[in-house]
């Protein structure tokens, strides 16, 4: 009986205790709370090989693709778009200058805004380019009005010329980090 009884005091200490030392909450933290997540990923990506550009001849367009870019079709995700930035890489082992154009494109087809880059003939390292959008760059409503992007890559050299690469190619990717305001 005397444990009892001294358990019972025990624990009854121990809850007044805890009860005086907490602390009240303040649940309207939630209002101050940003929320800015980061998302990454690949866009296009696209190679082709010296033999395939001569076959397009001199001054020919060797590649041309519309592709769709959805990525900010739903309203809630592109009305929270803070910024973003447009990576480009570009490896060119070939023995011919080219042009590489991409056109961002609304939904009804007009063109919003365009990447050009013209490359050197047998450029020996990774050439990379970012774009940025939003603030201290593009304007950010290019990117949440883009439906499609058209690509196309162009020959300024000539037709026959051939590089002592024996894997001689153009390599063009890109990628993208866009953030946003959840809250």
Excluded: H
Aim: hydrophobic fraction near 40%; charge should be negative; charged fraction near 25%.
């Amino acid at each position: 009986m005397k444990k009892l009884l001294y358990s019972a005091l025990w624990i009854t200490g121990l809850l007044c205790c805890s009860i005086s030392c907490m602390e009240e909450q303040d649940f309207d933290q939630f209002d101050d709370l940003r929320v800015t997540p980061t998302l990454s990923s690949g866009i296009f990506y696209f190679e082709s090989d010296e033999e395939t550009i001569n076959l397009a001849g001199p001054l020919g367009s060797f590649y041309f693709q519309e592709v769709t870019f959805e990525a900010f079709n739903e309203q809630y995700v592109a009305e929270r778009l803070i910024e973003g930035t447009i990576t480009y890489q570009i490896e060119n082992t070939t023995s011919k200058r080219l042009r590489i154009v991409i056109e961002f494109l609304n939904e009804d087809g007009r063109v919003l805004d365009v990447a050009r880059f013209d490359i050197e003939a047998n450029s020996p390292s990774v050439v990379e380019r970012p774009v940025f959008y939003g603030v201290g760059g593009k304007n950010i409503d290019i990117l949440s009005s883009t439906k499609s992007l058209r690509v196309s890559a162009d020959n300024l050299g000539d037709g026959s010329s051939v590089s002592a690469n024996p894997d001689a190619r153009i390599i063009f990717r890109s990628g993208a980090e866009f953030l946003f305001q959840l809250k």
